[in-house]
């Protein structure tokens, strides 16, 4: 290499004789700049786990999304809280008491919004049926009308089983499927003979069967008062929810389920698991380095000044991020594990150095010197091309990995600086023994390797060829996942049930929102939107103005009068021993003397055996347990009484008369309008996506929300990803020649670099891993760290060349593989994290790296070697 390396090699024999000549100082001033890094990091460096910041606010599509936001934050940051009962009655119970705990705690949550709860539904709910579901609905009431006609005379659990026993003996006007009560009415007594909560659904027979999961499933959206660089207060905003749920007797008894979903919910536990997975990982990066490091050293005080000199760098940048950003980013949290498998590199190089000067007989000082002189402009270097690899993203509109960037490139100049300066200074307070054994340094059997290659020389590089020719056909097949939910955990609560809430277009997460400044274009667009294929429906205020409501008027009024009476006054009786316990007597004796029991009879006469025989003779405790009995089986009448007596008295409404709780959710206070295009299929799917955004965009461009996020977001990552890679390779380039002066060393370096490129490449496509959010930083980031390797090698071949022109033969070529070992396991780590996009990460880096190794040990040497 030039004259430039001579100058770095001068330079850095004089700074490392200088600290020798202080070392206790040194020491000193490392141990001082820790403990003032420690505390000022602790308390100013936060986490940023809003994952719609990772991209510049410069795009228009930004701009729409913030726009959004700012109108509607209810809608986009909230805590979406899913309640699913065994009944439609169960649900709404647990919606409506845990909606009544959040609320009375406004320092944590900002706004509770119970969807379909408001008195308003109970009032005008049979308007929002279709004609023909009214109908049904007027005719299933007519169905059951006796039943509540009689119960009204007799509202207890004694007159109930006087309709069933008249309805056993054929009353023509009590005709019902007595085969779904019986099934019904086994599983109520069943529970209350077992001590469960659960409540037989009256409002499933008023309908006339079982509800599906959609109507007997509740939501709350729950907005926190929230500061994004606290995640832990949204962590204890879901704990709040979860501890609240937990208290309610459905929940306890498995009767009801609660589950929390929504951005905030789903950004949180990434957090935790991308948090629990970094710290898990930082902790057997650390281990496994330090094996790796005492195989390549053999010495324990040599690999104790190594980490030492390690932490004290990854404290230090942790500062720097602290003080240059003051967050870390679900991508940037990696910047620890990243430093620790990249940064001790630097330290395998000088002590292998070290170590072979010392075998030769060289005192320390002078051997730490010269080590430094040899291998320290190679270090400059390697630090200088990793840092382009990190510092190429810091331009890109993708802040998230930018950010990274910034901490990881100027991490390695600071990790540089630790092992120019205080190992050293560690190594010249405990100077190490000479080693007794050269292998202590160098690896017969990389030597044998490139003897090997040099005797088949021809075949070697055809080989080299032909794989390279295999991997540039499935390179350039390699995709880009744009759905940020493949990078998170599918089996955490929040994006298990986000998955489950696609499958239903009533309740899809996935749809696009279009504002709009007057009431005209909203209604104008929404007739163009309806209109396009991939659209199912498209929803906004005027969508809860139902229509026909004078046809409905008409029918409801019908049902009213066939149901007769004030159905809202209806209370029921406590219970009495003597006439409830001889009444399901009664019902036993009656259906065990049927002459053809139904299996479903059958099965309730003996659940009310059961019962009985578990009855106490206790008068207090006889009663408690009909008690139950009777709740379980008449609990949610009276309620579902009240609705249907709302219901029956509506009189029509305009959107002037819709509640607070639905018009801000639509409209805003300076008349802008929301619309919300539902996708006709599942948009789980990036290419089905793409279509529907595409579609709504030809009518609506501004149209946002996370579907266009998505695939915006992914395309401003893939330019992002094309423009720091070339960036890297066009700065390491312009270095290396700069530093050579020499166009055909260059070329020779690179050519390795540009091989572990698309050979990662194609092992993505045959792995079927492709590029995301996460793993995008793979390929400009091996560019830096990959031409490392080819440094240190060229550089040796230079400065110190082996007698027999065989670099692998040289300690050199042992701590390139010993420095790839320490960064393969710190990759590895990353790869066995629960976190899925993490993991994708540290799966194409460890690929990447072990590519890169084999590159440097093989590809290499075949091009530096010349023909005999």
Same mark, same amino acid.
């Given at each position: 290499?030039?004259?430039n390396?001579?100058?770095?090699g001068?330079?850095?024999y004089r700074?490392?004789?200088?600290?020798?000549r202080?070392?206790?100082?040194?020491?000193l001033?490392a141990?001082?700049f820790t403990?003032?890094c420690?505390?000022?990091?602790?308390?100013?460096?936060g986490?940023?786990t809003?994952?719609?910041?990772?991209?510049?606010?410069?795009?228009?599509?930004?701009?729409?999304?913030?726009?959004?936001?700012?109108?509607?934050p209810?809608?986009?940051?909230?805590?979406?809280v899913?309640v699913d009962?065994?009944s439609?009655e169960?649900?709404?119970?647990?919606?409506k008491?845990?909606?009544?705990t959040l609320e009375?705690?406004?320092?944590?949550?900002s706004?509770?919004?119970t969807?379909?709860?408001e008195?308003?539904?109970?009032?005008?709910?049979?308007?929002f049926?279709?004609?023909?579901?009214?109908?049904?609905?007027?005719?299933?009431?007519a169905?059951?009308?006796?039943?509540?006609g009689?119960?009204?005379?007799?509202?207890?659990?004694?007159?109930?089983?006087?309709?069933?026993l008249?309805?056993l003996n054929?009353d023509?006007e009590?005709?019902?499927?007595l085969?779904?009560?019986?099934?019904?009415?086994?599983r109520?007594?069943?529970?209350?003979?077992d001590?469960?909560?659960h409540?037989?659904?009256?409002?499933e027979?008023?309908r006339?069967?079982d509800?599906?999961?959609?109507?007997?499933?509740?939501?709350?959206?729950?907005?926190?008062?929230?500061?994004?660089?606290?995640?832990a207060?949204?962590?204890?905003?879901?704990a709040?929810i979860?501890?609240?749920?937990?208290?309610l007797p459905?929940?306890q008894?498995?009767?009801?389920t609660?589950?929390?979903?929504?951005?905030?919910a789903?950004?949180?536990?990434?957090?935790?698991?991308?948090?629990?997975?970094?710290?898990?990982g930082?902790?057997?990066?650390?281990?496994?380095?330090?094996?790796v490091?005492?195989?390549a050293l053999?010495?324990?005080?040599?690999?104790?000044?190594?980490l030492?000199?390690?932490?004290?760098?990854?404290?230090?940048?942790?500062a720097?991020?602290?003080?240059?950003?003051?967050?870390?980013n679900?991508?940037?949290i990696?910047?620890?594990?990243?430093y620790?498998?990249?940064?001790?590199?630097?330290?395998?190089?000088l002590?292998?150095?070290?170590?072979?000067?010392r075998?030769g007989?060289?005192?320390?000082?002078?051997a730490?010197?010269t080590?430094?002189?040899?291998?320290?402009?190679?270090?400059?270097?390697?630090?200088?091309?990793?840092?382009f690899?990190?510092?190429?993203f810091i331009?890109?509109d993708?802040?998230?990995?930018?950010?990274?960037?910034?901490?990881?490139?100027t991490?390695?100049?600071?990790s540089?600086v630790?092992t120019?300066?205080?190992l050293p200074a560690?190594m010249?307070?405990?100077p190490?023994?000479?080693?007794?054994?050269?292998?202590?340094?160098?690896?017969?059997?990389l030597?044998?390797?490139?003897?090997?290659?040099?005797?088949?020389?021809?075949?070697?590089?055809?080989?080299i060829?032909?794989?390279?020719?295999?991997?540039?056909?499935?390179?350039?097949r390699?995709e880009?996942d744009?759905n940020?939910?493949n990078?998170?955990?599918p089996?955490?609560?929040?994006?298990?049930t986000?998955?489950?809430?696609l499958?239903d /277009?009533?309740?899809?997460?996935l749809?696009l929102?279009?504002?709009?400044?007057?009431?005209?274009t909203a209604?104008?667009?929404?007739t163009?939107?309806?209109?396009?294929?991939?659209?199912?429906?498209v929803?906004w205020?005027?969508?809860?103005?139902?229509?026909d409501?004078d046809?409905k008027l008409?029918?409801?009024e019908?049902?009213?009068f066939?149901?007769?009476?004030?159905?809202?006054?209806?209370?029921?009786?406590?219970?009495?021993?003597?006439?409830?316990?001889?009444?399901?007597?009664?019902?036993?004796?009656?259906?065990?003397?049927?002459?053809?029991?139904?299996?479903?009879?059958?099965?309730?006469?003996?659940?009310?055996r059961g019962?009985?025989?578990?009855?106490?003779?206790?008068g207090?405790?006889?009663?408690?347990?009909?008690?139950?009995?009777?709740?379980?089986i008449?609990?949610?009448?009276p309620?579902?009484m009240e609705r249907l007596?709302?219901?029956l008295?509506?009189?029509?409404f305009?959107?002037a008369?819709?509640?607070?709780s639905?018009?801000?959710?639509?409209?805003t206070?300076?008349?802008?309008?929301?619309l919300?295009?539902?996708?006709?299929?599942n948009?789980?799917?990036?290419?089905?996506?793409?279509r529907?955004?595409?579609?709504?965009?030809?009518?609506?461009?501004h149209?946002?929300?996370?579907p266009?996020?998505?695939m915006y977001a992914?395309?401003a990552?893939?330019?992002?990803?094309?423009?720091a890679?070339?960036?890297?390779f066009?700065?390491?380039a312009?270095?290396?020649?700069?530093?050579t002066r020499?166009?055909g060393?260059?070329?020779?370096?690179?050519?390795?670099l540009?091989?572990t490129?698309i050979a990662?490449?194609?092992?993505a496509?045959?792995l079927?891993?492709p590029?995301?959010?996460?793993?995008?930083?793979?390929?400009?980031?091996?560019?830096?760290?990959?031409?490392?390797?080819?440094i240190h090698?060229?550089?040796r071949?230079r400065a110190v060349?082996?007698a027999d022109?065989?670099?692998?033969? /040289?300690a050199?070529?042992?701590a390139?593989v010993?420095?790839?070992a320490? /960064?393969t396991?710190?990759?590895g780590?990353l790869a066995f994290?629960a976190?899925p996009?993490?993991a994708?990460?540290?799966?194409?880096? /460890?690929?990447?790296?072990?590519?890169a190794?084999?590159s440097?040990?093989v590809?290499l040497?075949a091009?530096?070697?010349?023909?005999?």
């Amino acid at each position: 290499m030039s004259e430039n390396n001579d100058l770095i090699g001068r330079f850095l024999y004089r700074w490392v004789a200088a600290v020798q000549r202080h070392p206790v100082w040194v020491v000193l001033a490392a141990a001082l700049f820790t403990a003032v890094c420690v505390p000022y990091t602790v308390r100013y460096l936060g986490i940023d786990t809003d994952t719609a910041d990772m991209i510049s606010d410069r795009f228009e599509w930004r701009q729409d999304f913030i726009a959004f936001r700012r109108a509607f934050p209810e809608v986009v940051t909230n805590v979406l809280v899913v309640v699913d009962g065994d009944s439609p009655e169960i649900a709404e119970a647990v919606q409506k008491d845990l909606a009544a705990t959040l609320e009375a705690r406004p320092d944590v949550f900002s706004q509770v919004i119970t969807p379909g709860a408001e008195a308003f539904f109970d009032t005008n709910g049979l308007l929002f049926l279709s004609t023909e579901a009214l109908d049904k609905t007027a005719t299933n009431l007519a169905r059951v009308q006796p039943f509540i006609g009689r119960l009204q005379q007799a509202p207890h659990l004694a007159g109930f089983i006087s309709l069933m026993l008249d309805a056993l003996n054929a009353d023509a006007e009590l005709a019902y499927d007595l085969d779904d009560l019986y099934q019904r009415l086994t599983r109520a007594v069943t529970s209350a003979n077992d001590g469960r909560f659960h409540r037989l659904s009256w409002q499933e027979l008023m309908r006339g069967g079982d509800s599906d999961a959609f109507y007997r499933r509740r939501m709350i959206i729950a907005a926190p008062s929230l500061d994004f660089q606290k995640p832990a207060s949204r962590l204890d905003a879901m704990a709040l929810i979860r501890v609240a749920a937990d208290a309610l007797p459905p929940v306890q008894s498995g009767a009801a389920t609660v589950r929390l979903s929504g951005n905030v919910a789903m950004e949180a536990e990434e957090l935790q698991s991308v948090a629990n997975g970094m710290l898990a990982g930082a902790i057997a990066t650390l281990i496994l380095v330090t094996l790796v490091l005492y195989i390549a050293l053999r010495s324990v005080w040599l690999v104790c000044a190594s980490l030492v000199s390690l932490l004290v760098g990854l404290v230090g940048t942790a500062a720097f991020a602290a003080l240059a950003i003051g967050h870390l980013n679900l991508i940037s949290i990696a910047f620890a594990i990243l430093y620790i498998g990249l940064g001790i590199s630097f330290a395998i190089h000088l002590c292998l150095r070290y170590r072979e000067l010392r075998f030769g007989g060289m005192p320390s000082p002078e051997a730490l010197s010269t080590a430094a002189s040899d291998v320290g402009t190679s270090l400059f270097l390697c630090a200088a091309t990793t840092s382009f690899g990190f510092y190429a993203f810091i331009p890109t509109d993708f802040a998230g990995i930018a950010e990274l960037g910034l901490i990881s490139g100027t991490g390695m100049y600071i990790s540089l600086v630790t092992t120019l300066t205080l190992l050293p200074a560690l190594m010249r307070i405990f100077p190490v023994p000479a080693p007794l054994l050269e292998d202590h340094f160098r690896s017969p059997l990389l030597g044998n390797l490139g003897r090997g290659i040099s005797r088949h020389l021809y075949w070697v590089r055809a080989g080299i060829l032909i794989v390279a020719l295999i991997a540039v056909f499935f390179a350039f097949r390699v995709e880009f996942d744009s759905n940020p939910l493949n990078l998170r955990d599918p089996d955490t609560e929040s994006v298990a049930t986000f998955l489950e809430l696609l499958d239903d /277009t009533r309740t899809s997460p996935l749809t696009l929102t279009v504002l709009t400044e007057n009431r005209a274009t909203a209604a104008r667009l929404r007739t163009e939107l309806a209109e396009l294929e991939l659209v199912d429906s498209v929803r906004w205020i005027e969508s809860f103005v139902p229509a026909d409501q004078d046809e409905k008027l008409f029918t409801i009024e019908e049902i009213g009068f066939l149901m007769g009476g004030d159905l809202g006054d209806f209370t029921l009786e406590p219970v009495d021993l003597e006439r409830d316990e001889t009444a399901i007597q009664a019902l036993i004796d009656s259906l065990a003397t049927q002459p053809t029991l139904t299996p479903p009879a059958r099965e309730l006469v003996s659940a009310l055996r059961g019962w009985q025989s578990q009855q106490s003779r206790s008068g207090a405790q006889r009663t408690a347990r009909l008690d139950r009995l009777s709740a379980t089986i008449l609990g949610t009448l009276p309620r579902e009484m009240e609705r249907l007596d709302a219901a029956l008295s509506a009189e029509g409404f305009e959107e002037a008369d819709l509640p607070p709780s639905i018009t801000r959710l639509w409209t805003t206070s300076n008349d802008q309008f929301r619309l919300e295009v539902v996708p006709r299929d599942n948009i789980g799917d990036n290419d089905l996506a793409r279509r529907f955004v595409a579609a709504v965009a030809t009518v609506a461009p501004h149209a946002t929300g996370l579907p266009a996020v998505q695939m915006y977001a992914g395309d401003a990552v893939v330019s992002a990803f094309q423009q720091a890679f070339l960036s890297a390779f066009v700065l390491i380039a312009l270095l290396l020649y700069a530093l050579t002066r020499h166009l055909g060393m260059t070329i020779i370096v690179l050519v390795p670099l540009v091989f572990t490129a698309i050979a990662t490449a194609a092992a993505a496509t045959l792995l079927e891993r492709p590029f995301n959010f996460a793993n995008v930083i793979t390929l400009p980031l091996l560019l830096g760290i990959g031409v490392d390797n080819g440094i240190h090698m060229a550089n040796r071949q230079r400065a110190v060349p082996a007698a027999d022109g065989n670099v692998l033969g /040289t300690a050199t070529a042992r701590a390139v593989v010993f420095s790839a070992a320490t /960064t393969t396991v710190s990759f590895g780590s990353l790869a066995f994290s629960a976190h899925p996009g993490t993991a994708s990460m540290g799966l194409l880096l /460890t690929l990447g790296m072990i590519i890169a190794l084999v590159s440097a040990l093989v590809i290499l040497p075949a091009l530096m070697r010349r023909p005999k």
